[in-house]
């Protein structure tokens, strides 16, 4: 079984200060690591994958398979970052996505 | 069209009655799913289609809950006998064939309220 968990409901951060969201997973085979996002009034999209090793909007994540985990950082955060986050999971070659259950970002200015 | 496309974008319905929720997917995707977005509980995955074929079920909460994918395109999930619990913003997705590269592609969902 594949499970993705986000200790944090809700994340408050001033403008400027660093942001890390937590992610941290369950799954006994290699998995791919995901980061979705949801601004207000739109639509879910993908934000980055660990398999990129990409930078998006300032946000990396790197995955920690000792650790299990998979945490969302951005050195200094922005109001319009504020916006719901999900980390997901599939095995590789999986058709199947698994959410975790989101973090609500909120950067005060 | 420019995207995954979902109807109705709202729908209150009395406990009992039977509501059709639809998906048009980006053309050319293969790959469509449905998900259940409940507040507090995250995304649920409901099922999956590879072409009109859905290989994994497992994630439709009861027998109440159908899908179906025709033509390669459109599909529509069903719920009979409507419960208060099935209130959720119900997500579809499309993704591209090919190698799985977690890129699903969501629509603006259908906001479900059962009184």
């Known amino acids: 079984a594949q499970r993705v968990t986000q200790p944090e409901k809700l994340l408050s951060v001033f403008k400027g200060a660093p942001v890390e969201l937590k992610c941290n997973y369950s799954?006994?085979?290699?998995?791919?690591l995901f980061w979705y996002v949801q601004y207000s009034r739109q639509r879910l999209q993908l934000l980055l994958r660990?398999?990129s090793r990409e930078s998006i909007k300032g946000f990396t994540a790197d995955l920690n398979k000792g650790e299990t985990s998979f945490h969302l950082k951005k050195p200094f955060a922005q109001e319009e970052d504020s916006a719901m986050y999900y980390c997901?999971?599939?095995?590789?070659?999986?058709?199947?996505?698994?959410f975790g259950k989101g973090t609500k970002l909120s950067v005060i200015p | 069209g420019a995207g995954v496309s979902q109807s109705p974008s709202n729908k209150v319905t009395e406990k009992g009655k039977d509501v059709e929720l639809r998906c048009d997917p980006i053309s050319g995707h293969t790959a469509l799913y449905w998900y259940r977005q409940s507040l507090g509980q995250g995304l649920e995955f409901l099922i999956y289609?590879?072409?009109?074929?859905?290989?994994?079920k497992s994630g439709l909460p009861s027998d109440r809950f159908s899908a179906e994918r025709t033509g390669g395109s459109v599909s529509t999930l069903t719920i009979q006998r409507t419960q208060q619990e099935d209130s959720a913003v119900y997500l579809c997705a499309s993704a591209k064939p090919g190698i799985n590269t977690g890129e699903l592609f969501f629509g603006e969902g259908s906001r479900l309220t059962v009184l």
């Open positions: 289609f590879q072409g009109n074929s859905a290989p994994d």
């Open positions: 660990h398999i």
């Open positions: 799954y006994s085979g290699s998995p791919e």
């Open positions: 997901a999971l599939s095995g590789a070659g999986s058709y199947q996505l698994t």
